[in-house]
């Protein structure tokens, strides 16, 4: 699939996330340069020892049956929190973008490797901002995955 980066919409609140995680399985965030970059290749790549992984890390964003009856809404900001480090760590061009696909695998992380790949919206960086005041709000410490930076 040929796809440019403005080929797709944007998902301006978080509350348009949560709706696509309401209407929609198999949803995943992903924090790169975007599909264009990324579906010429199809893989991600293992930081410590440079091994192509088979198909790209992402963060899986279906609800969870534990999650029970808690909000999608803080379902989706605490999803996209958890690597809102990444453009810190990898450069501003990193973006997160959500997109479609099947599981292939896992990662070193333990991360889903995602295959199929159908990009869906980029995510606005004023809804990872929505994301973290939401978090705020929460009781108890909570921080991105790589609390040290």
């Not at 301006?12 to 579906?39: K, M």
Request: glycine fraction near 8%; proline fraction near 10%.
């Amino acid at each position: 699939m040929k796809i440019g980066s403005g080929d797709l919409t944007t998902l301006h609140a978080l509350d348009e996330v949560a709706d696509r995680i309401t209407r929609t399985r198999r949803l995943y965030v992903r924090w790169s340069l975007g599909p264009e970059a990324d579906l010429s290749t199809a893989s991600s790549r293992d930081e410590l020892t440079g091994v192509p992984l088979p198909g790209l890390s992402a963060s899986p964003l279906d609800v969870e049956p534990w999650w029970e009856d808690r909000p999608v809404r803080l379902w989706a900001a605490r999803r996209l929190y958890d690597y809102c480090h990444l453009p810190r760590l990898r450069g501003g061009d990193v973006r997160p973008w959500l997109l479609r696909g099947r599981e292939n695998g896992r990662g070193p992380d333990n991360e889903p490797l995602v295959r199929d790949v159908e990009p869906l919206a980029w995510i606005d960086p004023k809804v990872i901002d929505e994301a973290t005041r939401e978090i705020e709000t929460q009781p108890g410490p909570w921080g991105p995955m790589r609390r040290d930076t």
